[in-house]
Structure formats: structure tokens, C-alpha cells
């Protein structure tokens, strides 16, 4: 059996990895971002299309159908049969200017897909803090259910002795269905998470091989100089591009474009012919202006957008770093301040307990002790959490 267990246990530790390899292996497939690739895709076909002139038009006409004998084309001069071609040609810069349009199209595209990278990231690491969050509490708890049975088990000798009231018995039994009914919860809770965590790897079975533990915090200023590889920010940036270059190529629309229309003129019974027509749209009614006016107040919105999302983000940055350091503080005041005095409380007390003078005060502080092992790893996964939502916010995966 032992045998058994330690090959099942191997196998585990075998098919568990890392949460940088776990990120590593969704960023390859993840549905989500392959949606993305395809808009990339299709912008790369734009682009491509944005050099094209406008298409030319062809036009067929017959001219002068008499009703009286409709077959006949040659009763007059004025019959004849035309094709008519006609090109629109481009102002001078208007193909380059919309070619940098959708360029920078294509830029806010990229900058969403590389938020859905950090995001999914992000997704990934804090879910896998969750689930080992969540095993350490129940490996705790676990702990505890051991201890209290044996509580018990030390209650009933002195019982049947007559050296101890039935009720610190019934004390202890009572905290082991409270530990029972907490197990379930994280247990549910766990299931919860691990299915999250398999849709976000795209894997039916994922176990995370990371050991649960804390490393010291960089400092503010680290998260604060690397802000601007934000992608998002980055984003906002790229729209403000995007917004500059519609501003340009509105303002070239002023200009009308110019074309040439070229026409063959066949005559049944007379000489044919040709001829050239050139023109262009006369804006006089100041369309073009309003347009380009238009245009141009969105770019300084779209400015000062950016501007706003770098400020908020500087915030933001704060806010979860002052989030980070209160969970790192709360660790070490549990970890080497509480859980070393109460130890010494169990020290004080051990040798009443040893002999049964006072297994109360022990439920007591073995409840008391549970709650700060738990409030330690709450406040553990925590910091791990925030530090993960600073590393997305400086676009780190």
C-alpha cells in the first residue's frame, strides 16, 4: 500500500509544473488570443489595400434609340454606341496618410493583443495563488483535526477518571465539526478554482508545482518607473496616434481629388470618335473643413485621454503596492510576533495540560493558533496576489 501511495504521489509531483510554464503553454493556444491574431490578420490585408485607388467606373451607353424603328443605329449622327471609362486619381500624400491611418489601426490592435496576454497572465498566477492558498488551509486544517482527535482522545482518559468535566470534552468535539465543516468549504472552493484554472491553461487536469512562499517586495519606485510598458497605456497612446493621423487625412480632404474620364464613341454609319473629360468636386460648402475640424479636437481628446490613463495608472500602482506591503506586514507580525508568543503560551501551560489540569485552556489556544496559521496564509496569498497584479500593471507575463 505504502508502495503504492508513494508511486501515486510521484506521478503527481511528475505531471505537476510550474505557473511560468502554465503561462507559457496558454499564451501558445488560448482561444482568446487567436481571435486576436485573426483581426491582426485581417488588418495586414487593409494595409494593403490602403495604397489601392478608388476602383475606375465603366459605363456603356447607346444614345438616341428611335421608337419608331429602334434596330436602326444609323438614321442621324447623333446615334451611337460609347464606353466610357472613368479613374479618380488621389491627392498627392491622401494614399500615404491613409495608409498611416490604418496603420496605427493595426497598433491598437496589437496593444489589445498584448493586454490579453498580460491580463490572461495575470489570470493564471493569481488563480494559482488561490488553489495553493487554498491546499494550505486544508493541509492546516488537516493538521488541526489531527491534534483536536487526539485532544479528545486525551479527554476521554481523564474523564473516565473523573478528573475532567464532560464539558471541555464536548468543547473539543465541537471545534473538530467546525474544522470538518471548514475543510468541506475549501474543498468546494478548490474545485471551483481548479476548473477556472483548466479553462484558462486549456487543460482538462492542471496541477501547479510551485511552492507557496513569499520573497521580499521591490520597491515603489520599481513599479513606478516601468509604468509606461502598460499596455493598456500603450494603448491609449496608439489611439491618440490613430486619432492624429484621421486629423491629417481629413485635413487632406480639402482637396478634391481630381479625374479623367476618357470615352469611344462608335457610329453605324458615320465616323467614330472620342473624348476626354476632366474635372474634380467643388467643396463649397465646407464639409471638408467641419470634418477636418472635427477631426482635430478628437486628437487633443484623445491626448488628454492618455494623459488621464497614465495619471490613473500611477494610482493604481500605489494603491495595490500599499495593498502589497499591508499583506507583507501582516505576515511578519503573525509569523514572528502572535505564533512565537502564543507558543510560548503552550510552553507556559504545557506541563497543566500534560496532566490534565488544564486541556480547556489548551482547545483554546490550539483554536487561537489556527486562526492565525490561517489569517498567515490568507495574508501570504494575498501579497502574492497584489505582487502579480503590480507585474501586469508594468506589462510583465
Given amino acids: 500500500m505504502r508502495i503504492l501511495l508513494y508511486i501515486l504521489v510521484t506521478f503527481s509531483l511528475l505531471q505537476a509544473e510550474s505557473i511560468h ?5 496558454s499564451l501558445k493556444k488560448h482561444p482568446s488570443l487567436t481571435a486576436i491574431q485573426h483581426r491582426l490578420s485581417a488588418m495586414d490585408a487593409r494595409i494593403a489595400g490602403s495604397r489601392n485607388w478608388a476602383n475606375p467606373e465603366l459605363a456603356l451607353n447607346i444614345n438616341d434609340i428611335r421608337f419608331d424603328d429602334p434596330s436602326n443605329r444609323g438614321l442621324e449622327p447623333m446615334q451611337y454606341q460609347a464606353i466610357n471609362y ?3 486619381f488621389p491627392w498627392f500624400g491622401k494614399i500615404d496618410a491613409k495608409e498611416t491611418f490604418t496603420r496605427a489601426q493595426k497598433d491598437v490592435i496589437v496593444d489589445s493583443y498584448d493586454i490579453a496576454r498580460v491580463k490572461l497572465a495575470e489570470e493564471i498566477r ?7 492558498e487554498i491546499k494550505e488551509r ?6 488541526y483535526e489531527r491534534l483536536t482527535k487526539q485532544n479528545i482522545a486525551l479527554y476521554d482518559s481523564y474523564i473516565s477518571t473523573d478528573s475532567m468535566s464532560h464539558s471541555s470534552s464536548m468543547s473539543a468535539e465541537l471545534l473538530l465539526s467546525r474544522l470538518h465543516i471548514r475543510a468541506e468549504r475549501y474543498k468546494a472552493v478548490l474545485k471551483g478554482q481548479e476548473a477556472k484554472l483548466s479553462y484558462l491553461v486549456q487543460r482538462k487536469h492542471v496541477s501547479v508545482s510551485d511552492v507557496f512562499r513569499m520573497n521580499k517586495p521591490q520597491s515603489l519606485g520599481y513599479y513606478l518607473s516601468k509604468l509606461e510598458r502598460n499596455p493598456a497605456f500603450r494603448q491609449t497612446l496608439s489611439q491618440s496616434k490613430v486619432a492624429n493621423a484621421n486629423r491629417d487625412m481629413k485635413a487632406l480632404e480639402v482637396n478634391p481629388d481630381p479625374f479623367v474620364q476618357v470615352g469611344y464613341f462608335n457610329r453605324q454609319e458615320y465616323e467614330d470618335y472620342a473624348s476626354v473629360s476632366v474635372g474634380f468636386a467643388m467643396p463649397i460648402f465646407g464639409t471638408e473643413k ?6 482635430r479636437k478628437d486628437a487633443l481628446a484623445a491626448k488628454s ?3 488621464d490613463y497614465r495619471y490613473a495608472l500611477e494610482s493604481e500602482i500605489r494603491v495595490n503596492y500599499a495593498k502589497m506591503k ?10 514572528n510576533d502572535s505564533l512565537p508568543k502564543l507558543q510560548h503560551m503552550f510552553e507556559l501551560n504545557e506541563a497543566s495540560i500534560e496532566s490534565g489540569e488544564d486541556l480547556f485552556t489548551y482547545t483554546s489556544l490550539l483554536e487561537q493558533k489556527l486562526d492565525l496559521d490561517e489569517e498567515r496564509t490568507v495574508a501570504k496569498a494575498a501579497y502574492l496576489r497584489e505582487k502579480a497584479k503590480l507585474k501586469s500593471l508594468i506589462g510583465g507575463i
Fill in 21 to 25: 510554464q502554465l503561462i507559457g503553454q
Fill in 86 to 88: 472613368k479613374q479618380r
Fill in 126 to 132: 493569481t488563480t494559482a495563488y488561490t488553489i495553493l
Fill in 138 to 143: 486544508i493541509r492546516i486544517v488537516g493538521q
Fill in 290 to 295: 467641419l470634418a477636418t475640424e472635427a477631426a
Fill in 305 to 307: 485621454a492618455s494623459l
Fill in 326 to 335: 499591508e499583506a507583507y506586514s501582516i505576515y511578519n507580525i503573525i509569523h
